[in-house]
């Protein structure tokens, strides 16, 4: 069974510190992607990583994609309240059946 | 503006009465599909459509039906809701099979007592 497993699932940190969340699994994914939910509203959409060992940059979000395929990386530097929010790692599952995993979310909180 | 609209973003209910959740989008989106969001759980799938009057099972079906009759509308019906379908709700689309980037719709907080 493919299963994306994020960590930590809660952080709570001040502003202007620097965070990482992970999301793993033990299978290959084609591509991940990686949305922020804000309370009451739906996840939209911040990346998607596709190649083994890329990287891309949304202002002060990093996001890595393993050399493996296998987890992915979300790296914030210099957080801030706005970047408050339930953050998922989604990825294909196998076998072409178009069907999305979701990891269970990361709620990171901003404390000003 | 490209958007997936939801209604009602609220509802409170009892058992047993039947009720449609609307979902619409203006993307000309192909593929469709409804998510449930319960704590610890995260999202699973409901039900999806690869385009009109194609519909199938996602991970969670029971309890619930869908209709596409239209490429832009992608209702989800409760024929006879039950208080473990508390939950919160996402319709959400994609341009196709395997464009996986979605585009969600806002959600609807379903209470039912």
């Known amino acids: 069974t493919q299963l994306l497993e994020q960590s930590p699932q809660f952080l709570s940190i001040q502003e202007g510190e620097n965070l990482t969340v992970y999301c793993n699994s033990s299978s290959v994914f084609s591509s991940l992607q990686w949305y922020r939910q804000e309370p009451g509203e739906g996840p939209v959409l911040l990346v998607t990583v596709v190649t083994g060992g890329e990287v891309k940059k949304l202002k002060r979000l990093t996001f890595q994609f393993g050399d493996a395929r296998k987890d992915s990386s979300l790296h914030i530097t210099a957080a801030q309240p706005g970047d408050t929010g339930l953050y998922l790692c989604?990825?294909?599952?196998?076998?072409?059946?178009?069907?999305?995993?979701f990891g269970q979310g990361t709620t990171l909180q901003v404390k000003p | 503006e490209a958007q997936v609209t939801q209604n009602p973003r609220y509802l409170i209910t009892v058992t047993g009465k039947k009720l449609t959740v609307t979902c619409s989008q203006n993307m000309n989106h192909e593929y469709m599909s409804w998510y449930r969001q319960d704590p610890g759980l995260g999202l699973r799938q409901i039900y999806y459509s690869m385009n009109v009057e194609v519909t199938d099972k996602g991970d969670v079906p029971e309890g619930y039906k869908v209709s596409r009759k239209e490429k832009r509308n992608f209702p989800l019906i409760l024929e006879s809701p039950s208080p473990n379908q508390t939950s919160l709700y996402f319709c959400?689309?994609?341009?196709?099979?395997?464009?996986?980037?979605?585009?969600f719709g806002p959600g609807t907080r379903l209470t039912v007592t």
């Open positions: 989604a990825g294909p599952r196998a076998g072409n059946t178009g069907k999305l995993i």
């Open positions: 959400a689309t994609r341009r196709g099979l395997v464009a996986y980037e979605q585009y």
